[in-house]
């Protein structure tokens, strides 16, 4: 049986939890959310959700697939054997290939308008000139086929190189930037 290979560090496990409980719509959709939601009192509830319902589930996870050694399904077989618990692990299964595919349409984005960034395309756009922009950009089925292609293929080729040399790796890369880029975006922002 070929041996299951193992996080190289804390602090990747780490930036990779984070990584993966942040997520894109916590940066980009809570705000907007809070905003209109009831703003401190709405940011209050998610903070004690977070802290009395996810947590204790996160934590609860954890120690099962330590204790197991096994994946989503195959942990609550070993742990649980002859009960219908594995129905649990595959309903996580089915749910993370939902938000895959919603996060690969939102990473194709991602991607078209880091391309677009970089060519500085938008600079000077005004709001209705961005709007504009995006609908051009979703209506287009060749650019939002090809970008989310490209999002899945990048997953592809970083989870095919292991937790060690994919994921753990990129996420010491790309958590250290995902912050840079926010702190620089707010203190432009709040400075312009």
Do not use: C, H
């Not at 692990?89 to 984005?109: D, H, N, P, R, T």
């Not at 609908?135 to 292609?149: D, E, H, I, R, W």
Request: hydrophobic share 55%; net charge positive.
């Amino acid at each position: 049986m070929q041996q299951k290979e193992k996080w190289g560090s804390k602090i990747g496990f780490i930036l990779a939890s984070a990584g993966s409980a942040i997520g894109i719509g916590a940066i980009w959709k809570l705000p907007y959310v809070a905003a209109t939601a009831g703003g401190g009192a709405f940011f209050l509830l998610f903070l004690v959700i977070t802290l009395f319902v996810v947590m204790p589930i996160l934590i609860a996870e954890f120690i099962i697939g330590r204790s197991s050694g096994g994946d989503a399904i195959l942990a609550y077989k070993t742990l649980a054997p002859n009960t219908k618990w594995d129905l649990l692990g595959k309903l996580g299964v089915i749910g993370a290939s939902i938000l895959f595919s919603f996060y690969s349409v939102v990473g194709g984005w991602i991607i078209t308008y880091l391309f677009k960034a970089l060519s500085m395309s938008l600079a000077g756009a005004k709001q209705a000139e961005l709007l504009q922009e995006f609908s051009n950009t979703t209506a287009n089925p060749y650019l939002s086929l090809g970008a989310t292609f490209i999002f899945i293929l990048l997953n592809v080729l970083v989870i095919n190189r292991g937790v060690v040399s994919g994921i753990e790796k990129m996420s010491k890369f790309m958590m250290p930037a995902l912050f840079y880029f926010i702190f620089s975006f707010n203190y432009s922002f709040i400075n312009a």
